[in-house]
């Protein structure tokens, strides 16, 4: 929307201040207020006479509307229509809170003289995960000598996505209990697979393309190079959106539990997805939409784009709704992101584990959390409630690690290897029935 060519403040000084100056000399026979008064108002002529006419139009456009948190990309102002009169245009962007520009104040000013069209850029990077609206920039044309000004408004704002953060998560360990025949685990038991088991002496059954030759040719008997199976599972991951405690600062500050929990299941969402697994999101509430299991690249794609949705003020759903709703395979390894201080929570873990399903309770909890409780808060109540509130959740965990549910505080790549090591050989064991 255009508001036309207006004269700025000091095109309206300099008239005003001259025309009293010529009224003084004229009146009180002044000529040095003449010599003052004269120039200005030669300037707020000329200033008038080059006023620009038209209505510039300004457009805005991204280089990637899709981000990954701490990415950066350009933000295109293209301005057209400009009276090739007009001499600068200046682009200043309002501030938001998840985004960082460059040049720091937001602002970029450009020459135009004798230009119909210009183009103006700025950095722009994204601080923190979730779907945002670009507030609409500031662009203003200014004309010769800054007599006169045009504020034009791009057509409509933009919005950016921001997916998670992958942290670059690795598990050595495999999963625990695999069931099928497309992942790129190794299975216990051979057949068909890319890793090799060994070399055996020829089978009925077996493919003659696995036949040794260079092994049945020293020995004079048939022998099969023999693999490992590669198997895949069906992982689950359970986020829990029901609250989020801590402060969150973005991609470069401290990070809340419900930043953490998106960003480990985006992370391990990628791993297991990488690896031939099948993957599947449940949110405990109604802000993510559920994403059933898959595998591949196109599907990771689906998990983040349902993890930006990731929101405490959304529904949460009974237990036992959430039960029914979503029902878990038993051989799935089932891994619950939360802080773990809501009973339906813990409530539906020891549901998981009585279903015979692997459970892995990642904590997502900050670490300095109770420290900031009791600076946030003037009453000394608060500091102790939440101590005492710690000492109750920690004895909830280690009736959970009685059921043999694992609990272990996220720290990036590396976090689950050991609870998988356990988890596999728990697996192994032989079972003893009664």
Not at 109 to 125: K, P, T, Y
Not at 268 to 277: K, M, S, V
Not at 312 to 324: E, M, T
Not at 372 to 395: C, I, Y
Request: glycine share 8%; hydrophobic share 45%; with cysteine.
């Amino acid at each position: 929307m255009n508001r036309g060519w207006r004269p700025t403040h000091a095109q309206v000084r300099a008239l005003g201040l001259s025309a009293v100056l010529l009224v003084v000399a004229v009146l009180f026979r002044r000529p040095d207020a003449a010599v003052l008064g004269l120039p200005l108002a030669i300037l707020a002529l000329w200033g008038t006479i080059t006023r620009p006419a038209g209505e510039p139009v300004a457009k805005a456009s991204l280089d990637a509307s899709t981000l990954f948190e701490g990415q950066v990309t350009t933000y295109w102002i293209t301005v057209s229509g400009v009276d090739p009169r007009a001499e600068l245009l200046v682009a200043a962007m309002p501030r938001g809170r998840w985004f960082a520009y460059d040049p720091v104040s937001a602002a970029r000013a450009v020459a135009i003289s004798g230009q119909e069209a210009a183009e103006l850029d700025l950095g722009l990077r994204s601080q923190r995960w979730g779907r945002r609206w670009l507030d609409r920039p500031s662009v203003i044309c200014t004309s010769v000598l800054g007599a006169y000004r045009s504020e034009v408004l791009p057509v409509a704002p933009l919005e950016v996505v921001t997916l998670p953060l992958r942290e670059g998560f690795a598990a050595v360990e495999a999963v625990p209990r695999p069931a099928g025949l497309v992942g790129l685990h190794r299975s216990r038991r051979p057949g068909e697979g890319t890793e090799l088991a060994g070399v055996r002496p020829f089978r009925t059954g077996d493919r003659l393309r696995r036949i040794n030759w260079a092994v049945s040719a020293r020995t004079g008997e048939l022998h099969v190079t023999s693999t490992w199976s590669d198997r895949d599972t069906e992982v689950v991951l359970v986020l829990d959106t029901g609250e989020d405690i801590g402060v969150s600062e973005g991609i470069d500050g401290q990070a809340s539990s419900l930043d953490t929990a998106v960003r480990a299941a985006a992370s391990i969402a990628e791993h297991y997805l990488r690896h031939g697994d099948r993957v599947r999101l449940i949110d405990t509430g109604t802000a993510v939409q559920s994403v059933r299991a898959g595998s591949g690249r196109g599907h990771l794609r689906r998990i983040l784009d349902a993890l930006v949705h990731a929101d405490p003020r959304g529904v949460q759903r009974d237990p036992n709704q959430l039960a029914r709703r979503e029902r878990i395979r038993p051989d799935s390894l089932v891994i619950v992101l939360s802080p773990l201080l809501r009973q339906a929570v813990l409530g539906h873990v020891v549901t998981l584990a009585h279903a015979g399903c692997t459970v892995i309770a990642v904590d997502t909890l900050p670490p300095d959390v109770g420290q900031r409780v009791g600076t946030e808060h003037d009453g000394r109540a608060w500091p102790l409630a939440w101590r005492l509130r710690l000492l109750e959740r920690q004895s909830e965990l280690d009736r959970l690690g009685d059921l043999g549910v694992p609990t272990v505080a996220w720290r990036g790549a590396g976090t689950l290897d050991e609870v998988l090591r356990d988890a596999s050989r728990l697996s192994a064991a032989p079972r003893i029935r009664s």
